[in-house]
């Protein structure tokens, strides 16, 4: 998968976000932003479908309250850890 040099920094921003979120009380909030904006990037890249439906899937969970506040920095970093996975090939 090739990505478009806009998309890539984008998604590079959104990576280090998830990498090493901050430590908020927020955070939930805060991120819900974040991974709209990669899905909205990441959608047209048909390699990237199953790190879509994680982001996806996490984002409803935050938009529900269901994630536990002690689960959600690691739950965010597993993400960063999947758009690792795409930028880096």
Do not use: H
């Amino acid at each position: 998968m090739k990505m478009k040099n806009e998309d890539l920094k984008k998604i590079t921003e959104i990576k280090q976000y998830l990498l090493d979120p901050p430590v908020s009380f927020k955070l939930g909030d805060y991120a819900i932003a974040y991974l709209q904006n990669a899905i909205d990037i990441l959608t047209a890249y048909p390699d990237a479908a199953s790190t879509v439906e994680n982001l996806q899937q996490t984002l409803q969970q935050l938009q529900l309250k269901n994630i536990a506040t002690e689960n959600l920095r690691s739950t965010l970093q597993d993400l960063g850890k999947q758009l690792s996975a795409l930028t880096n090939r």
